[in-house]
């Protein structure tokens, strides 16, 4: 049992009426949580066959459970004396649509064609899962009265359960708009998938105008209405609508019956075809949500807010215009009689480049570059057989036990490769290849052949071991190494240009 039922009807609120009857929230004695309560109107419900219909299409879709559709629990008979009829249903945080387009007409909110697209893509989608679950099955009261947008930007249709009592009632088509807002074709009333495309459409152009629509617009006024229509984008630009979108309504409306759309699912294919055709047509729930806070906001404080819609848009100013900034008020003139602390000047001076020798100002101009004609003259040998020769005249310590090879030092200095070679890989790196190049080749002795085995056995160790231990050799060979870097240094002296060099450039070496 409800709550309703057990307490005075002042402890419910009431949150809307319409021709249908008024919605109450209450809340449910077995679960706690809140529920909505539509109490029809008694004249409705004295059809015999209303009650009847009501009942059997609510139990068919106890089955079909969709988020964006409220569900339908039950339908419970009043407590006496009044014995009014009543559909209990889940109960929905939100605004009715139907709230929303009055607080924007009144209030001058504008509806951009995103919040437009929004609405129009979730009802499609919605509308089409109905249609899929059963052939037979369709709402036929989809209008803006029985629409909510929750705070989530989510659109909620509820009540889809009266279809079939509405249709035992025999309303005219022009009795059904004006009294219950339900849009209908000529002639004798059966609710259909085409119904619930009018409604969809409906609902669309009613956003597109940003106003709900009057009871003598509907069915004769929507041609003009629709010629009239403004698509506004989230920037306020505005442009007539343009031709897909202008068809994609004609067809929902059912203007034209050659081609209009027969089911939700035709309509959505369509619709989905016009939004990816125009780059601008941007179907986002955040211009739902936005559209949603402004109305709310309004409602709260419409004073505010029209306060704030009518302040003219101050021009900004430009670089010159714009108000200097106050000069800053010192420590000393805010505060007289506080003692500060004086703290040290500090003082940064660039000292200049430290000057190289005695090297001229790089500022001057006219500086002399370098003399290389002094240095491509000279030889290529530096070092002589004689210097060698003085060099290794003391007689070093020898590691040898026995007599060590004579050598002749200035023959040595004319054979540097051989020399080197003999004492190791090392050694032979060091020297320039130009050196190694021009130097003749040394004369081969062959060997006699028992010796050649036994020679080809012994490793590169053992062969420049005697050399390597005697002093002797090894400083020959560091002279001979010395005498090959002087004398490649001065062949790549001959090769650079003397042009590009000068004495008083910075970090030029001067040799």
Known sequence: MLAASATPEHSKTRAFRDGLGDRFVSSDNAAGAPVQVLRLRPEMTEVPAFEFALRERTARLATFRQEAYARVYRVHRMPAPARDLAMISEHVEG????????????????IDLSTALSV??????ATSQLHGHAQDLTNGLIAPERLIVTPRARVTIVEQALCLAIEQLHYSPERLWRELRIAAGTGAVRFSHRTDVMGIGLVALALVLGRPLRDEEFPHALPGLLDAAREQSALGYERPLSAPLRNWMTCALQLDP????ASAPDAWRAFEQVVEADPLYLSVPMALERFLYSCTAALIEPSRLESFEAAPLQPAHSYAQRPAAPEPILAAEAFPSAHLASEPEIRVEMLPPPSIGNAPDPSESGSDPIDWSALAGRPW????????TQLFNDKGPSSFDGDAEQVDLADASSRPSELVASAGEAALDCLPEAAVAVTPEPKRHIMPAATQPRMSAMSWAERAAPLTASPKWRRVVIAAAIAGILSGGVALSRFLRPEGVAASEMGTVVV
């Open 258 to 261: 050659n081609r209009s759309f």
């Open 120 to 125: 129009i893509r979730q009802l499609l989608q």
């Open 95 to 110: 605004l009715r649509l139907s709230a929303l387009l009055r607080v924007a007409e009144q209030h001058q909110v504008s």
């Open 381 to 388: 040998s530096v070092v002589t057989a004689r210097d060698i």
